[in-house]
């Protein structure tokens, strides 16, 4: 167990939806990540968190979004929703940042299904 | 940009054999990196990982790892594989300059144990 918790484990969708990802980090870890990945583009970076504020930004599509709250767990809001978004999200977090060598914990992640 | 070669994105080796699987980075400058094991149905879970101390490094489940730098690799080994050491591995690269924090991963190896 990473420590690193996500809802839901399973999410069945249709096209044109909007779903939300949550994702509590492990305690005290202050960065939350987000990535998908997918059979023709693998493990691909989203987004990244760092105590409330965004920090990096890879490939994230106009469509979705994210936010940490004062909390530190994150959400993750993708919306008009293509069967191409269908994959495996995950979410992972740190103490810092992953250019310090810190561990990044990955969640076991939330299965999304668009039909 | 860094970047991971992960060669091979299969790999099939007998039960107590010697396991290699290869990766290659791309770096302006030595990076942070990182071996993940994806077991089915499940997260990535940290095999271990390169932060300059010891170019030998030594991981989880008897894995461990070489960090070349004349040679960019960073290959991952275990003298005597096991059934239950059939997954998908990913080798990842993090920045050390701070501009990038999150871990870019290789295209993975699913490594196959045979009877």
């Known amino acids: 167990d990473s420590g690193v918790t996500q809802t839901p484990k399973h999410l069945i969708t249709a096209t044109g939806q909007r779903v939300t990802l949550r994702c509590s980090p492990r305690?005290?870890?202050?960065?939350v990540y987000w990535y998908q990945q997918s059979l023709d583009q693998g493990l691909q970076f989203l987004i990244q968190?760092?105590?409330?504020?965004?920090?990096a930004k890879g490939n994230i599509l106009e469509r979705f979004s994210a936010q940490q709250f004062p909390d530190l767990h994150s959400e993750l809001n993708l919306s008009s929703l293509e069967l191409g978004d269908s994959a495996l999200y995950f979410c992972?977090?740190?103490?810092?940042?992953?250019?310090?060598?810190?561990?990044?914990?990955f969640g076991e992640g939330s299965w999304l299904t668009v039909v | 940009a860094q970047s991971v070669t992960q060669l091979g994105s299969h790999v099939s080796v007998s039960e107590g054999a010697l396991v290699l699987l290869r990766c290659n980075y791309s770096?302006?400058?030595?990076?942070?990196l990182f071996w993940y094991v994806q077991y089915p149905n499940q997260g990535l879970q940290l095999l271990l990982k390169?932060?300059?101390?010891?170019?030998l490094v030594k991981g989880i489940n008897g894995f461990e790892a070489e960090f070349k730098k004349s040679e960019t690799s960073f290959h991952l080994t275990k003298p005597s594989a096991h059934m239950s050491d059939a997954a998908e591995y990913f080798c990842?690269?993090?920045?050390?300059?701070?501009?990038?924090?999150?871990?870019?991963f290789g295209s993975g190896t699913q490594l196959t144990v045979l009877p």
């Open positions: 992972a977090s740190s103490a810092r940042t992953a250019s310090s060598g810190n561990t990044i914990y």
């Open positions: 305690s005290g870890d202050l960065s």
């Open positions: 968190y760092y105590n409330g504020e965004e920090r």
């Open positions: 770096s302006s400058v030595p990076p942070y």
């Open positions: 390169y932060t300059s101390a010891a170019t």
């Open positions: 990842a690269v993090s920045d050390r300059s701070g501009s990038a924090r999150q871990l870019t």
